[in-house]
């Protein structure tokens, strides 16, 4: 096993225990405090700071990655994740919106952090003239990660109804101390660290590709999280009558289901260095929240339309969300790459932040049809700026 195919395990276990925990916690919070009788609004405001803080953490974790080195950056991330678990095992008395909020914000911080020093740990594990190799390496990270996250979805419900909110937050948090201690051993010094110190204002993408490339990812996320965040375990919660570990089983089937494409989404796309596959992909999965919306409107089987639909949404999205996350790794310069990762996911978290905010606002005033229509405008303007992309690889290695 050579140094890099070690550290590229390192940085993927680490990745796994992480999202495990995110997305437990996501589940854990939307249905407890919809039992406890919050509006999709007000879930959806607590939130906010997740999304919020997300955003400024991918623009000051580039920079702090290419100054400090990703080891560092990716601990950091493990660190603020068990400190924010361990503010929500407080008394139920205790968990006002405002701090939930504010270990929402910890968490968001904890995840943009880890996820960008371990999709920029990838770049520079592999040589320049390896792309195939690369989209393969990113695909993998990427669909195993989300595979992960639809795990702890449903952990996340299944903990609720065994041991409770409290109860599900301390365990989380044991787990995650003994993962971050090994990282701090495990991880190789300086990975990621520029052997030029950037300035601050280096933060802010000059590439052309990078930043159209960033918009289409804001869009592409907005899209789905319009009607997944808040929108989907609610409606089927009350419209469907599902029990918290049906809603938590579901979603964790979909997210399991769509990172097990993303891995494999090189053999869909095949390898090239032409990104226009990028919008013929993205055309694809605008027809289909249109098509769901369309089917409700007229009437025909709620359970069909939505649990079909969603199924045929989750390819799609795998496979775009791939390309994306390959273009990006591969438009990254090499020395500082974290700072063109981190501006890209920048961009993904406003996205997250878009689209969680209009799903509860668009789902409690109008429902999950106007939800399904704004996703499909959202993807199609990214479509719209995928058609603006280099036809050819653009080579960023200063």
Known sequence: ??????????????????????????????????????????????????????????????????????????????????????????????????????????SGIAKDLNKMSAKSGIKLLVPGEQQGTLYRWVAMLTGSKNTLKGVGFFLGGVLLMAIGFQGAVVAMASVLVAVWLASLFLLRNALGKSKAKPKFSDILSKSRAINVLSAARLFLFGARDVWFVVALPVYL???????????????????????????????????????????????LLALVPAGIAGGL?????????????????????????????????????????SLDVGFYYMSNAAGRLLGTVLSGWIFQKFGLEACLWISAGLVALAALFATALPTTRVRTTA
Not at 19 to 29: H, N, P, W
Not at 245 to 267: E, H, K, N, S
Not at 274 to 282: C, I, L, M, N, T
Not at 305 to 319: E, K, P, Q, R, T
């Open 1 to 106: 096993m050579t140094p890099a195919v070690r550290q590229y395990l390192v940085i993927t276990g680490n990745y796994w225990a992480f999202t495990l925990t995110d997305g437990a916690l996501r589940m854990l919070v939307v249905l407890h405090f919809d039992q406890l009788g919050y509006s999709p609004l007000e879930i959806a405001m607590l939130f906010l700071f997740y999304e919020l803080f997300g955003v400024v953490t991918n623009l000051v974790g580039g920079y702090l990655g290419a100054r400090l080195g990703l080891n560092r950056t990716m601990n950091l991330g493990l660190l603020l994740q068990v400190i924010a678990l361990a503010m929500l095992a407080v008394p139920a008395t205790l968990l006002t919106v405002p701090w939930v909020m504010g270990a929402q914000a910890l």
């Open 237 to 283: 919660h009350t419209v469907f009558g599902w029990d918290f570990w049906q809603v938590g089983g579901f979603m964790a089937t979909w997210v399991v289901g769509y990172g097990i494409v993303q891995t494999l989404a090189p053999r869909f796309t095949g390898h090239q260095d032409d990104s226009q596959p990028a919008v013929f992909w993205g055309v």
């Open 297 to 337: 409107s007229l009437g025909w089987s709620p359970h069909i339309m939505v649990v079909g639909g969603l199924l045929v949404f989750g390819i799609l999205f795998a496979i775009n969300s791939a390309l994306h996350s390959y273009l990006i790794v591969s438009y990254a310069r090499g020395d500082g790459v």
